[in-house]
């Protein structure tokens, strides 16, 4: 019963079907061949705006890319502190930009504001002894398992936009950040300004392929020339295109983001005022209260999180993860005793 | 009836299958998988010799960063003036590397000799002004379809390490090659020198993942972190882990590999003097002298070579290229006529 | 009367001298000249101890050539949060490193700790999904105006070499500390384990020549590459190397470093409580409580500093400040009232 | 009496002057000072245009940082085989522009021509798979020591303009050509359509600045961050603005450099049909016939050039050449027998 990572979920069957059937040889290679050719419109459609789309084979490759057409190497892009961008993708950001810095600012729950930018930026200068800001990155869902509504992102592009900031989001998780608002998907993306959205699939059932989808088409050129050079342009692109294809046009990620939410959704209620933050996607930040071997104990798998000995643990459910076993986690949580005190490190 | 390019081939059933196996949810991520613990082993076996293995998207991502490794941003990689590194990866390898300089060396037949590196590099020099060679990459099988021998790769190898050069092999088509030479994967490798080798399956009936087999094992660890960063490490890393291991632990790779060769050489035989190359894995290099169009008009699709104007055209057999297709090609190449002038361009 | 920066002081006589001394004309460019032939020698007999000495046109090109040396493209430097490297050069180190990530770490009076860099990393993980910390960089004095002593120098190179990281000291005013340490300076540098210094020279007398001092030999011949490939090699190389020896030998590298500091401790023993840090250089940052309009309006120049309407501000005294300039401010600190309420900002 | 290279040459009394004089303290620090603050002005006078001038400490700096600020990480700067960016700069712009690829074309005697380029590039495709050029950079004088005409320059700055790339010059000696030519300078630069000069100082009697004269006025920007960033912002500005402004102000650029091209007109003539190249600027090209050691005996200094072996020489006149030696030289020369065979290598 594992809650580590949805990372580590199976592939739903309308991907893998996808895949099997784009096995047939076609004549051209690379982005040649006729899935390949569908991608603009399939999510031209979906989006409701041109776009263009770049299948790369991981989130890290989606967010670096993206950033490096955004930002010059002088440049900074401001994200908050604990963005994956800065975390977790061991500076692939400096290396795709070609050295551009990560201006950090805090904010509750995950969450940028134009206030929280505008205050950790204060004494930021323009002069040419200090990196320049150019992008503002946005986690929809953030890294605290938190949704943007439409008005706080569209504030925030705005905010972006008024400085000649470009709107990067990092959208790993933006299916279920989506199904949570119950928006449009353009309400989250380019008409709050979005230039460029790392569009998840993943995590989300889908096999090996991640979409970049460019709204300012003035950097699909740019992108183009930096996958290829990146390393990132299979030569057998029908079968990345398979499986986006097969996620948007089977509804697949919109259902599966739903199967997620829902059983965290059904563990929140379970742990009532033990969560760290609101629950508006598929991960949960638990204060377990010196009870996380306990759980451990009953069969549960999960990472513990924040400080070592905060008692902190970080919960996912996958698409896929059984209802048995969201179940079960569930009870185990609601019948746990108040907290105990921390063992001392 | 297409010989543009094995790179648009289907992928085997082996590996199909194994893709298709490796669905099932696991707890781990990234390469926390089964899967991915195998690779190191199956692929030692397969060498004969202990190694580390990394599943990446692409062979430019396999090569460049191979490369990374090897060589530091005022070092220089001295390759073969045609190398795939050089003409076709949009600067990946500059850029994975921080900006080393490619150092260009002509040889006939696509292949690199001591005694051509070393009269290209005659006027090189080693002070502060002048990138210092630090790699050789050969490509197995070349750029012209030729096959370097045991012997002819012991003699670089040496040539590298008696400077303190480390050897890359970019194996694209390492196992037409090898299939060609009827040698032992070492001989051709580690047993030459080589400190890592971009081994590469997708054209040769795999589907999306590459081997990077590091046998100077003092690189892995660096490898491992600029494979992260480099957006190469993917999050279901089983599904890639069970591409590589399908290929070899099935024999696929040889068995595909045997067949595009032999429909290679079918073609060869036809050919005869058209034949600008000798032809020693599963590519060909012929003078059509003027009739490129009238074979196209037979319904054969293949890329003119050569400058502009040479009359000159390569030819792919891939492995699953039809037996009857390679029939017809063969049967309209020795009918052809003698060459005729070129049209003035 | 200005107290803004000795960035903009003047050089001293032995340096005018000797770069007039420098002018005639010798057989070899670059450093074939035979005052560059002699950095190495005299540099050596000042700090006790072998080094390789290369001088370069700013400290920024200092502090980023040394750090490249140190750190893989996917490590990090472990730093002070207000360390110049990352406030105000531009983001230098992330281009010279490759893009290598700088982990920011606090500290009281601009000062590191072995704890408070465990704390500051307490979370920071040895995984390839973050990048991995290589180098410990200080700064001697520190941007605080304070000087580590030698004790304190020890302990974190210590931390550093347990870790396996090198230890970088960014010596933009290192004579400043030394003179006010009154220490060898081998203790604040190759004694306390400094793989390499960035010798201050400009602001302290120099005209355009700052010194690297490389104390870890095995880092010298990656460096000479490095610094030609920067653009940091001129072609007059006797220019550069007079100016580093004159300091030196000339004993003025002490003299103007002990004048500096004279002043800032008349205006630190005028300021008294207003001192946020102690003075331990050549730079006093005071709370100035609401008077710097007052003060500048008797003719002071300098800089506020901190957070706009903090009241805080730093006061510079360079080498060549006139005695007369710094008593008359002396003077109108001690004569400022107490503190009046800042504006609204 | 050496004829190695203009680089170990003096500076002229007009820059020491300048130097010593600017030695002052001014309030203002980098280039906030009142020499810095002349230099667009003075710059645009002598080039008849609005221009924007950074001074830098190399030649290798002014190249670098002018094509990176023209060029994408996956472009190319389309460069003679023997460009000074090519061999002698240690890879620095591939440093500068984060691995864009310099694609080399032959001519003869230094010069790129249009026809030459479009030979030399023929083969080249605009796919992603290979790089972009986008920068035309020439040396003027070139590397042979021959001087483009105002015609031949506006014919390259025509065939890069309609291809949409940029025109550099590497004006490491642009006054020995400006002289030689007898035209305006901006007959050779912006007039010819150049984006950026790195217009050479220090060979021709300068110490330790370079400029890099920007006429595309959209570049300037990101040179005054990349210039920052790349260590090149020199905290005493006015030292290097001071030596810039001599050249231009006191008329030495013209003077010194038409005392290099007498001096070498005078060897030319001594020469005769040694000559390789015509001698259009202060180097010369000869071929020795085996005397070299003959001349290097009676205590002349001068390198080599070409393949070992050749008998070519390389000799060098500087501004501050003296006539006697000179004469002596020329004297040697005229007074050389016949060829004799090269030993055998």
Not at 5 to 13: E, I, L, M, Y
Request: proline letters at 4%; hydrophobic letters at 45%; a negative charge.
């Amino acid at each position: 019963m594992t809650f580590l990572s949805d990372n580590a979920a199976s592939a739903c069957d309308e991907v893998i079907a996808a895949v099997v059937a784009a096995n047939a040889a076609q004549p051209f290679a690379y982005d040649g061949d006729t899935l390949s050719a569908r991608l603009d419109a399939v999510f031209g459609e979906y989006f409701g705006t041109a776009c263009t789309v770049f299948a790369v084979s991981t989130g890290t490759a989606a967010n670096a890319l993206s950033l490096a057409a955004m930002v010059p190497p002088y440049g900074a892009v401001v994200t908050h502190r604990e963005a994956h961008i800065h975390v977790d993708e061991c500076g692939a950001p400096e290396f795709f930009t070609g050295g551009a810095k990560l201006l950090l600012v805090d904010g509750a729950h995950g969450k940028l504001t134009p206030e929280g930018i505008a205050a950790g930026l204060a004494s930021h200068r323009g002069d040419v002894h200090q990196v320049q800001p150019r992008v503002l990155s946005l986690t929809q869902a953030t890294e605290s398992g938190t949704a943007y509504t439409p008005d706080e992102m569209a504030a925030l592009g705005d905010y972006a936009r008024s400085r000649g900031w470009r709107l990067h989001v990092d959208g790993a998780r933006f299916a279920n950040a989506l199904v949570h608002l119950g928006c449009h998907p353009g309400d989250i993306s380019w008409r709050a300004g979005a230039a460029a959205l790392s569009f998840g699939m993943i995590k989300n059932g889908g096999m090996s392929a991640e979409a970049i989808v460019v709204f300012d088409q003035s950097l699909a050129d740019d992108l183009r020339f930096r996958r290829k050079r990146a390393g990132q342009m299979p030569s057998k692109g029908r079968f990345q295109a398979a499986q986006l294809l097969a996620m948007i046009e089977s509804g697949a990620v919109s259902r599966n983001a739903a199967a997620a939410n829902a059983g965290a959704a059904r563990l929140a209620a379970a742990a009532g005022s033990r969560l760290m933050h609101p629950v508006e996607a598929n991960e949960l930040f638990v204060d377990l209260g010196g009870h996380s071997e306990s759980l451990r104990a009953q069969g549960f798998k999960f990472y513990d999180w924040g400080d070592a000995g905060s008692g902190e643990a970080r919960l996912v459910v996958a698409w896929d993860t059984p209802a048995a076993e969201i179940d079960a986690l569930a009870r185990a949580i609601a019948a746990l005793p108040e907290a105990i005190a921390a063992l001392p490190s």
